[in-house]
Nanobody
Framework: QVQLVESGGGLVQAGGSLRLSCTAS????????MAWFRQAPGKEREFVSA????????HYAQFVEGRFTIIRDNAKNTVYLQMNSLKPEDTAVYYC????????????????WGQGTQVAVSS
């Protein structure tokens, strides 16, 4: 069984930056695709970014607009989401997820989920 633990969330002013981390325990994630999703109050969970387990090819939601970067460190069993130029509409709980099969923007493709870390961006 895999446990994913996110950290790095917090309160930041618009235009600021945060770096989220997701560390896995229980087994290696070096052969899993990793992704970040987010969920704002009253909204459905939405895809933010994903990274391929072997090629490290990345995929981003359109709203990211070059502001976020996803990075994986297989030696540390950790994936990061560097978020710059944050906007109030980025406020949400951010979730880390792992998939053993598909690099996807759909929640159903992911086998393991973390508990989430809160990001709040003030205007």
């Amino acid at each position: 069984q895999v446990q994913l633990v996110e950290s790095g969330g917090g309160l930041v002013q618009a235009g600021g930056s945060l770096r989220l981390s997701c560390t896995a325990s229980g087994r290696t994630l070096s052969n899993h695709h990793m992704a970040w999703f987010r969920q704002a109050p009253g909204k459905e969970r939405e895809f933010v970014s994903a990274i391929h387990w072997r090629t490290s090819r990345t995929h981003y939601a359109q709203f990211v607009e070059g502001r976020f970067t996803i990075i994986r460190d297989n030696a540390k069993n950790t994936v990061y989401l560097q978020m710059n130029s944050l906007k109030p509409e980025d406020t949400a709980v951010y979730y880390c997820a792992a998939s053993s099969l598909n690099l996807s923007d759909r929640t159903a493709a992911y086998d393991y989920w973390g508990q989430g870390t809160q990001v709040a961006v003030s205007s």
